[in-house]
């Protein structure tokens, strides 16, 4: 029987916690990015929504309820591509200072 040498171990077990470490971050960090570009996605449908809001409505031809849903949710994916393809900056803004704080938190 061979004696367990603890150096070795100990080794092993600090590698296995680095590797842990390392698969967490990483899984935070994709986390961190996503949740940024859906904030972004949001204030820039909200920006959206306060630009339509500026524009007189037609008198001749009134709104339907269909109409207004169809508005909101071409919004919602203008501004969701808009945050995924060509992003104001917001994002990366978010992401920057959330990872910050969490690299504090992780000291």
């Not at 004696?3 to 080794?11: C, R, S, V």
């Not at 920006?47 to 037609?58: C, D, I, L, N």
């Not at 001749?60 to 104001?88: C, G, H, R, W």
């Amino acid at each position: 029987m061979n004696p367990i040498d603890p150096k070795l171990t100990f080794a092993a077990a600090q590698h296995v916690q680095q590797q842990e470490t390392v698969s967490s971050t990483n899984k935070d960090d994709k986390a961190i990015k996503k949740a940024a570009a859906e904030f972004e996605a949001i204030m820039v449908q909200s920006m959206f929504k306060a630009m339509r809001k500026s524009v007189p409505e037609g008198k001749l031809f009134p709104k339907s309820n269909a109409e207004k849903i169809y508005e909101e949710m071409l919004d919602l994916e203008i501004a969701t591509q808009v945050s995924q393809k060509q992003s104001l900056g917001l994002a990366k803004q978010i992401y920057e200072q959330m990872q910050s704080k969490l690299n504090q938190e992780n000291k």
